[in-house]
Every structure is written in C-alpha cells, then in structure tokens.
C-alpha cells in the first residue's frame, strides 16, 4: 500500500499538502519533525510532517519528500494541538501560525547553487567578460552562490548573466539547504593526556625552558587548574599568561596543549540567585490564599491589585512552588520594554531557571531558548516573554502568569495569526491543565466581566504595599488657564510649580504625551495647506531634532520646508504637539536638569530601552518624557510627579474603547507616582475636567467606570456582550475596494442582517498606498461562532471566484481589538 505525509508548509496555505514516502521514511519519520520538500518551480521549503496515512491526494500528482532534517520532532504534541485552535479560531493556515512560532533560522531555507557542466568546455575566446570570470572561479571551486557571483562579478545585477549561461549551457543551477542557527563554540584548552604523570611533566618544563613564554602558558594553565576544578577556555589562558593567542597556538600545533569545542547558550545568566523570596504581607499573604483556593474549582483567576499592591511579589510566590513541582511556568509581559527590570527581579530569586524569549533576541538565541525548553531544561523552566511566547514548546506546564492583561499589545494586528496572547494562553493551558493567573490594575472589561459572573475566580488589593497611598491626582483646566493667561508653552502654571518642587526635593517626574514628534501638524497659515504623505492618508508630523517631517504609518520622510509648498510663502506653522516639542520646553523651563525621552524614536536597538530604563533608574535623568511605553508595569523608585500633558486626544479617540483605554493609560501612568514612601502627586491638564473618565481616574473609582462602559456595551452591542469580527479589504484602487467591500457586505447582510456594520473607511483610510475599507460584524452570545465563520468562509469562497475582486486582500480579525 502506497503510503503519504502530509505537511505544514510555512505559508498561507488552507490545507497540508502531501507527499509520497516509503515505507522506510514511513518508519521513521514522526509528527513534528522538519522534513525538506520541494514546492513549486525547483523551490525547497522546511515542513513540519503532519500526518502520515494511504489517501493519495485527489487534485495532483504527489512529489517524495527532498530529505529528513531531525531525528526527533522539534515541537510537542500540546503544542501542536494548540497551534490548531489558533488556526481554527483566528482563522488562518496552520502554516502562519507555524511561521510565527518558529524561530527563523530553524526553518532551513534553500539557496540556489551554480555549478559547471561538465560536458562542455567553453572556449575563453567565446565567452563574455563576466561569463569568463564566472567559469573561472568554478574552476577553483566546485560551485558558487547567488552572493559569490555578486562580488566577483562586483555588481549587483547578475541575474541575466546567470540565465544566459544556463541557456548557452555553460553552468546548471540547484537548490541547496542550509543550516541557519549556529551554535556558539567556546574554544577550550587542555594539556595532552601524555603528560600526566610528574615524569613527563617534568620533561615537558625542562624541554621548555628553552621557550620561556610556552613554558608561562603552562604554568599557567597549572595555576588556573589549581583554582577551580572546570574546563578553561582559551581566552582565560591567554589573558591569565599574558600571552598571544600565537603563542597558545604553537603549543597546540606541538600537540602539548589539546583544543576543544563546548557548545554554549549565548544567553548566559552569570550572577547568583541568593535572594530569598521576600514574606508576604498580610493583604498579600490573603490574596496568595484566595488566588490558591479559586484555582481548586477554576483554572483561570483574575487578580485585581491596584498599582504597586505587590501583585509581583504574589507571583513569585506562586512560581515558587510551580518550581518544587518540577512544573513549567510561562510569564507573558505586554511589551518587551518591560522584560530587562522584570527579568532582573526574578533571577535574583530564581536565577538560571529564567528563560528569556522576545522579538529583539537573535534567532539563534531563540533557538536556544527553544531548544532547551524542548529537552525540558531546568534552564528555561520559568519563561518570560511576549506575545509570541504562548507559541513555545511547553511539554509540562503548570501555571501561566499574564502580567497587565488589559495591555492591547497582547492582540497581533499584522500578520496572521492575529491571536490574543492572553486569551491564547488560557487555552493553552487548558491542554497542560495548568492554572492561569492574569493581573492588572486596570483589568480589560473583558476578565473583569468573566471575574464578575463567576467564569473566573476573583481577587482584589486595594492597598498599595507598605500602605502607601495612592497618588493625588488634580485636574488641571487647561481653557482656564489659556483664557487667564498661565500658561507657558504646553505647561500650565500648576505643573510648573509642582515640577519646581519636585525636583528642589531631588525627586524625579514622568511626562506623559502620547504623540511622538515635534508637532502632528504643520499648515501655511496663507493658504492653510498642510503637507501630507505621499502614500497615506495622513498629515506629515514635524520631527526637529533631524528637521524633518515623517509619517508615522509609512516612515516615508522629507526635509521641513521653509516656504509653503502650495502657495510659496515662509509662513509655515506648526499645531499641535508631541513629545519632542516637551522634551525642548522642559529643557527652557529647567535648564539645569537633565530631561531625556522615551518613545519609538529613542528606543530602537537591542539596547534602547534598557539604557534609558537603567539611566532613569539610577537618578541621572530628572524628568522623562515618553508615550505609552512609559505606562507599562515599569517600577521606578523615585518618581514622585507624574505629568499628562493633554488627557483630550486620548478620551477623543474614535474607538469603541477609547474610553476603557483612557481610564487604563491614565491609571497606569499614574501609579508610577509615589511607589515608596513619598505620596505621589499627578497632574492631568484637560480641556474637559468635568468629564467622567477624568472623574473616575482621579477617583481611582474603577468599578464605577466598569459598570458605566459596560452599561454602553449592552446598548450598543459591543464586547463583551458581543463578538467583534472584523473583515478589512485593502487594494491601492479606491473603486474596487468600494466595489470589493459593497459586494461582501450585501452577501452578509443576507445571513446575518442588521448585525452587519459598514463598509466604511476607517479614519485613516489609505495607507502604505492602500485603500483600507472595514465590515464590522457584531456576533450575540446565543449565535454560534462555528456556524458564523462558516458562513464567512462560503461568502470568501464565492467573493474569490469572482475575477475583478481577487486581487483584493481580504483580512479576517476576530475579537478585533
Ligand atoms: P505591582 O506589581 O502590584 O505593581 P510590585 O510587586 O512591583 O507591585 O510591588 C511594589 C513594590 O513593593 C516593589 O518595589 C516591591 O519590591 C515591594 N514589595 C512588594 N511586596 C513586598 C513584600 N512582601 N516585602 C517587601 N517588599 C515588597
Ligand atoms: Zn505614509
């Protein structure tokens, strides 16, 4: 009986496809190892074997399989299985999902190799000039890559050349795989095993004593061995002797020193984990208990702990045991920003255990993570990641902890799967049938209403630790203050009072602005045009500091004119501001102090966070201005005034959830304030002191502000009363997004009637060139989401057969948020 594989192929495929094994391969082939098959023209891609049974596939010939990569699966089993409710639930190919978990350099790729052909010798006279170095060179080696012919050939158009050899005969072209991830080699030194008896050695010494600097490295090599009992690297010889690496090197080659190779993490924790776990107060030690005892009947509590109650240290507590179990813990965090002080806190107490995983590690480092998490090292028994890390290869988990889940950074927008992490999470757990503990001071709407109605245990701290208190928080009207003239730039004269105090006290401030930039707006005040990116629907913001003007959508750039484009008068204005333009005012207003700023533009790199974290962290920046990135769980000792510069822009926002993420943003960036003793104070200047976000935050009154918003959600259909299911076409033609759009909407509306919201244009509606058009569809809790999906995928079906709306990219997001 003929036998088959079906594969996951790492692309937006809807089904796996198979091929044709023996019955060899059969035996030994399991599910989830890589497999190497060609798809497509002459491509070889890196699959993962899927299922192995007789069916032969109805619509093509099947291929064999190119070759085995691993000798055993590099995924779980649960993984797996989780991997298939992503699909099935966010709706896409199990393929995307296995792209987005995988770390890059474990799926091999292939590479097209240039040889000779061996039946034909060209005559030099015949060939070209670069056809003539090409076959040159093959003459050296027995073939060259696509980048080897580039710089022979010293340009990087080389393609046509390639092909006209092929056509001529003169060279034929294959595709190899390569290894991506490389593993990190320490080079390490011994003394040949012939010298261990006191005889030799003394022979040996005596020989040497003709070549002192050889003799030095050998007695040092003695020193060190004496000192500790491990191997000693190469690089420790050649400093602890003082001599050069050439030196070692012909001790080497005189076969007296032996090297060798260890494999080694290129993450490495290096400190020690002494600290012991700090005891519990006893508004924490009740917390622990009642998070313990909701987790007998529930798998999933939430813990509602205002900021700075402790929530950490009730985490550790619970890691704590997980660890004793022998038991995985996954720890989610919202945003990588907020890994490098996390991490720290936790490997003081449980040192080596902690695995790091997140986008701005290399590949090969998360490999390595991936890899140990697969044998089921102690090493990475605790891992701290982002979003992604739900994707890991946990074989036995016990608990996940998702820190701040009302973060929307735990939704992916773009590219599918565009899964919730925490929501991911939770079932991810229920495969390991582990216990899931999400936390926050401003829990989403969602956990809150599934902790109020009993789906999730509930636990509250109302106290921050130690009984500090809550900060102060004062409304500052900003039309008042305009209109009595108290203002200087963006700072009215109240916040410029408490920041003069502040910082006579030596204590530091946060301003928070949620615009990056100098100013979002640049118009002629002649003829009131504004600049706008070329490829987006969006007006360009001024950057300064490079005298630019940038979209934030696209990164396209230009330099900041001086006369009006449109009219050509120098009566160029800016309106608005961000970030940039604050930084400058505080540094008129406080010349003596040292203002740094934290947003997209100052934190790229491996490093940008972290040296901006470190620096604040240790008193040399007074006051830091930032966006969002400022609010996330970061623990600050010495904060005491927190600024918002304009809380309008966030309340405005057009989103049904503009304002459960208001009352969040405000909140959290508040708790930054006053987390010792020192009583913080925070200052937030509005237009509408009087509106009742503002009220409820300064209040600190969330369950008012819950039960209002969920007040609207019941009227107006939204989650979590609702699902949300949102369908976006995007096509650089305006009338055939139109068209594409229109169609789809009437054929639902057919099924789901009035249910159906749209199309229309989001507020921003080209970017990046693209027409964007959104169809809401709002799902009630008695309609099956199964049946709903269903019915999306059939009207999908028939939308691609029609010829004029394929080219239309079609984006499902579910739970959109
Ligand atoms: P949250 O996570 O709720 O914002 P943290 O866990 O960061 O709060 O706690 C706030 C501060 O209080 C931290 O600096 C933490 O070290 C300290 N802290 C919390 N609990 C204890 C405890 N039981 N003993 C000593 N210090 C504590
Ligand atoms: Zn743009």
Same mark, same amino acid.
């Given at each position: 009986?003929?036998?088959?594989?079906?594969?996951?192929?790492?692309?937006?495929?809807?089904?796996?496809?198979?091929?044709?094994?023996?019955?060899?391969?059969?035996?030994?082939?399991?599910?989830?190892?890589?497999?190497?098959?060609?798809?497509?023209?002459?491509?070889?891609?890196?699959?993962?074997?899927?299922?192995?049974?007789?069916?032969?596939?109805?619509?093509?010939?099947?291929?064999?399989?190119?070759?085995?990569? $691993?000798?055993?699966?590099?995924?779980?089993?649960?993984?797996?299985?989780?991997?298939?409710?992503?699909?099935?639930?966010?709706?896409?190919?199990?393929?995307?999902?296995?792209?987005?978990?995988?770390?890059?350099?474990?799926?091999?790729?292939?590479?097209?190799?240039?040889?000779?052909?061996?039946?034909?010798?060209?005559?030099?006279?015949?060939?070209?000039?670069?056809?003539?170095?090409?076959?040159?060179?093959?003459?050296?080696?027995?073939?060259?890559?696509?980048?080897?012919?580039?710089?022979?050939?010293?340009?990087?158009?080389?393609?046509?050349?390639?092909?006209?050899?092929?056509?001529?005969?003169?060279?034929?072209?294959?595709?190899?795989?390569?290894?991506?991830?490389?593993?990190?080699?320490?080079? *390490?030194?011994?003394?040949?095993?012939?010298?261990?008896?006191?005889?030799?050695?003394?022979?040996?010494?005596?020989?040497?004593?003709?070549?002192?600097?050889?003799?030095?490295?050998?007695?040092?090599?003695?020193?060190?061995?004496?000192?500790?009992?491990?191997?000693?690297?190469?690089?420790?010889?050649?400093?602890?002797?003082?001599?050069?690496?050439?030196?070692?090197?012909?001790?080497?080659?005189?076969?007296?020193?032996?090297?060798?190779?260890?494999?080694? $993490?290129?993450?490495?924790?290096?400190?020690?984990?002494?600290?012991?776990?700090?005891?519990?107060?006893?508004?924490?030690?009740?917390?622990?208990?009642?998070?313990?005892?909701?987790?007998?009947?529930?798998?999933?509590?939430?813990?509602?702990?205002?900021?700075?109650?402790?929530?950490?240290?009730?985490?550790?507590?619970?890691?704590?045991?997980?660890?004793?179990?022998?038991?995985?813990?996954?720890?989610?965090?919202?945003?990588?920003?907020?890994?490098?002080?996390?991490?720290?806190?936790?490997? *003081?107490?449980?040192?080596?255990?902690?695995?790091?995983?997140?986008?701005?590690?290399?590949?090969? @480092?998360?490999?390595?993570?991936?890899?140990?998490?697969?044998?089921?090292?102690?090493?990475?028994?605790?891992?701290?990641?982002?979003?992604?890390?739900?994707?890991?290869?946990?074989?036995?988990?016990?608990?996940?902890?998702?820190? @701040?889940?009302?973060?929307?950074?735990?939704?992916?927008?773009?590219?599918?799967?565009?899964?919730?992490?925490?929501?991911?999470?939770?079932?991810?757990?229920?495969?390991?049938?582990?216990?899931?503990?999400?936390?926050?001071?401003?829990?989403?709407?969602?956990?809150?209403?599934?902790?109020?109605?009993?789906?999730?245990?509930?636990?509250?701290?109302?106290?921050? *630790?130690?009984?500090?208190?809550?900060?102060?928080?004062?409304?500052?009207?900003?039309?008042?203050?305009?209109?009595?003239?108290?203002?200087?730039?963006?700072?009215?004269?109240?916040?410029?009072?408490?920041?003069?105090?502040?910082?006579?006290?030596?204590?530091?401030?946060?301003?928070?602005?949620?615009?990056?930039?100098?100013?979002?707006?640049?118009?002629?005040?002649?003829?009131?045009?504004?600049?706008?990116?070329?490829?987006? $629907?969006?007006?360009?913001?001024?950057?300064?500091?490079?005298?630019?003007?940038?979209?934030?959508?696209?990164?396209?750039?230009?330099?900041?004119?001086?006369?009006?484009?449109?009219?050509?008068?120098?009566?160029?204005?800016?309106?608005?501001?961000?970030?940039?333009?604050?930084?400058?005012?505080?540094?008129?207003?406080?010349?003596?102090?040292?203002?740094?700023?934290?947003?997209? $533009?100052?934190?790229?790199?491996?490093?940008?966070?972290?040296?901006?974290?470190?620096?604040?962290?240790?008193?040399?920046?007074?006051?830091?201005?930032?966006?969002?990135?400022?609010?996330?769980?970061?623990?600050?000792?010495?904060?005491?005034?927190?600024?918002?510069?304009?809380?309008?822009?966030?309340?405005?926002?057009?989103?049904?959830?503009?304002?459960?993420?208001?009352?969040?943003?405000?909140?959290?960036?508040?708790?930054?304030?006053?987390?010792?003793?020192?009583?913080?104070?925070?200052?937030?200047?509005?237009?509408?002191?009087?509106?009742?976000?503002?009220?409820?935050?300064?209040?600190?009154?969330?369950?008012?502000?819950?039960?209002?918003?969920?007040?609207?959600?019941?009227?107006?259909?939204?989650?979590?009363?609702?699902?949300?299911?949102?369908?976006?076409?995007?096509?650089?033609?305006?009338?055939?997004?139109?068209?594409?759009?229109?169609?789809?909407?009437?054929?639902?509306?057919?099924?789901?009637?009035?249910?159906?919201?749209?199309?229309?244009?989001?507020?921003?509606?080209?970017?990046?060139?693209?027409?964007?058009?959104?169809?809401?569809?709002?799902?009630?809790?008695?309609?099956?989401?199964?049946?709903?999906?269903?019915?999306?995928?059939?009207?999908?079906?028939?939308?691609?057969?029609?010829?004029?709306?394929?080219?239309?990219?079609?984006?499902?997001?579910?739970?959109?948020?």
């Amino acid at each position: 009986m003929e036998i088959f594989l079906d594969v996951i192929l790492p692309i937006p495929l809807q089904k796996a496809f198979t091929y044709h094994i023996t019955e060899a391969e059969a035996d030994f082939i399991k599910v989830g190892m890589r497999i190497a098959v060609p798809f497509g023209k002459n491509k070889i891609y890196t699959a993962l074997a899927y299922q192995i049974h007789n069916n032969p596939p109805v619509a093509y010939e099947p291929k064999t399989i190119h070759q085995i990569l $691993d000798e055993k699966p590099i995924i779980t089993e649960s993984q797996l299985k989780h991997w298939e409710w992503i699909a099935g639930y966010y709706m896409c190919s199990l393929g995307e999902v296995m792209r987005a978990s995988l770390p890059n350099a474990l799926i091999l790729e292939s590479e097209t190799i240039i040889s000779r052909n061996e039946d034909i010798t060209p005559k030099d006279a015949e060939l070209k000039d670069d056809e003539f170095l090409i076959i040159e060179a093959l003459q050296y080696q027995t073939s060259l890559k696509i980048q080897d012919v580039i710089s022979i050939l010293d340009k990087k158009r080389v393609l046509p050349v390639i092909k006209e050899m092929v056509e001529k005969g003169l060279v034929q072209l294959h595709e190899e795989l390569y290894e991506k991830y490389q593993p990190k080699l320490v080079r *390490y030194v011994k003394l040949d095993e012939v010298f261990r008896t006191e005889e030799k050695l003394q022979e040996l010494l005596e020989l040497l004593s003709r070549a002192p600097k050889q003799r030095e490295v050998v007695l040092s090599l003695f020193t060190l061995q004496a000192r500790s009992n491990k191997p000693i690297k190469l690089s420790e010889l050649t400093k602890t002797s003082g001599a050069s690496t050439a030196i070692v090197k012909a001790l080497i080659d005189k076969t007296i020193l032996k090297e060798y190779h260890i494999q080694i $993490d290129r993450v490495q924790f290096e400190g020690e984990a002494d600290g012991a776990i700090k005891e519990l107060s006893v508004e924490q030690n009740d917390a622990l208990n009642a998070i313990e005892n909701h987790f007998e009947e529930k798998s999933v509590t939430l813990l509602h702990g205002v900021t700075s109650s402790g929530k950490t240290e009730i985490y550790v507590n619970l890691i704590q045991k997980q660890l004793e179990q022998g038991k995985q813990v996954l720890y989610l965090l919202p945003e990588i920003a907020l890994t490098t002080q996390l991490v720290e806190r936790l490997q *003081y107490y449980f040192g080596e255990k902690i695995a790091v995983f997140h986008s701005r590690y290399s590949s090969n @480092e998360r490999v390595e993570v991936w890899n140990n998490l697969l044998s089921q090292k102690t090493k990475a028994q605790i891992v701290v990641g982002a979003r992604s890390a739900v994707l890991l290869p946990f074989s036995d988990l016990g608990l996940i902890v998702v820190d @701040e889940e009302h973060e929307q950074s735990y939704k992916q927008f773009d590219p599918a799967p565009r899964y919730h992490a925490r929501d991911a999470a939770i079932v991810l757990a229920n495969f390991h049938k582990a216990k899931v503990l999400l936390g926050s001071a401003t829990p989403s709407l969602e956990s809150y209403f599934n902790a109020s109605s009993g789906k999730y245990g509930l636990v509250e701290l109302t106290k921050r *630790y130690n009984n500090v208190l809550m900060p102060e928080i004062e409304l500052v009207d900003l039309a008042d203050k305009h209109k009595r003239k108290r203002m200087k730039g963006h700072f009215s004269d109240r916040l410029i009072e408490e920041m003069t105090i502040a910082l006579h006290e030596s204590q530091q401030i946060i301003l928070f602005q949620n615009r990056r930039g100098f100013s979002p707006i640049v118009e002629c005040l002649t003829c009131g045009h504004s600049p706008q990116c070329p490829n987006c $629907d969006v007006s360009l913001t001024f950057h300064q500091y490079r005298n630019q003007l940038r979209c934030h959508y696209c990164g396209f750039n230009t330099i900041m004119m001086t006369n009006c484009e449109a009219c050509g008068n120098a009566t160029i204005d800016t309106k608005g501001f961000g970030t940039e333009q604050i930084e400058e005012e505080v540094k008129v207003l406080f010349p003596e102090h040292q203002v740094a700023r934290m947003d997209l $533009d100052t934190t790229r790199g491996k490093f940008g966070f972290e040296k901006l974290i470190t620096n604040f962290d240790q008193g040399e920046i007074d006051v830091l201005v930032g966006t969002q990135m400022l609010t996330k769980g970061l623990d600050f000792r010495n904060v005491k005034l927190v600024g918002i510069m304009n809380a309008d822009n966030l309340l405005n926002f057009p989103d049904f959830r503009a304002h459960e993420r208001s009352y969040q943003l405000m909140s959290q960036v508040a708790g930054r304030a006053g987390r010792t003793d020192l009583r913080g104070k925070v200052l937030i200047q509005t237009y509408n002191p009087h509106h009742k976000i503002l009220q409820q935050v300064s209040t600190n009154a969330y369950n008012e502000m819950f039960t209002e918003q969920m007040n609207d959600r019941y009227n107006y259909h939204y989650p979590p009363i609702f699902r949300l299911i949102k369908i976006t076409f995007k096509h650089k033609d305006y009338n055939k997004v139109n068209a594409a759009s229109d169609w789809f909407a009437t054929s639902l509306r057919q099924v789901f009637k009035a249910n159906v919201l749209g199309p229309e244009f989001p507020p921003i509606s080209r970017i990046r060139n693209l027409y964007n058009k959104n169809i809401l569809i709002k799902i009630p809790q008695n309609q099956s989401l199964a049946k709903t999906k269903e019915a999306i995928m059939k009207i999908h079906n028939s939308f691609n057969a029609v010829k004029d709306f394929r080219p239309v990219r079609v984006v499902l997001n579910i739970d959109n948020y």
